[in-house]
């Protein structure tokens, strides 16, 4: 298995476990709730069961933001290897690694730490079309691309 492989299977294991985490919670909360219909009435229970109704959607739309995120990483072929940098490209720079693909933020790999980046955040857009030997420059800083994977 490649660098970039291995990668993009840590990325979708992270995705997985996020879900299943907020999904967790989720059953928790739905559980919790349904115990606290059977015991309490009046303004104050109802007030709680807005509250926990609200929780409920945030988790829900959490889930499905990561869900799309997993969709987005199932169309990435990690074997593809390009010249410059698009969707699917993992990149070494001066600065550090980035795997563009979906903004979940830093992944570990054998003690190395690989930024998740979205194609469309700013720096992700900086790195576009970028070849090894170029350089770009965001925020300021100077960034060299070392390789393109």
Known sequence: M????S???????????RIDEIQNILDDLLLSGSRDAKSSAGDKHETGVAMAQLEQEKLRYQIYEFQKMEEIVQKINPSNM????????????????????VGLGSLTFKEQV????????????????????????????????????
Do not use: C, M
């Open 82 to 101: 390009n010249s410059k940098i698009n969707l699917g490209s993992l990149v070494q720079t001066d600065k550090g690694w980035f795997y563009i693909s």
């Open 7 to 17: 990668i993009h299977q840590v990325l979708r294991i992270q995705l997985k476990f």
């Open 114 to 149: 690989i930024f998740a980046i979205n194609p469309e955040a700013p720096f992700g857009k900086a790195l576009i079309e970028k070849e090894k030997g170029d350089s770009i420059y965001f925020n300021g800083v100077e960034s060299n691309v070392l390789q393109v994977l």
């Open 2 to 5: 490649t660098l970039k492989e």
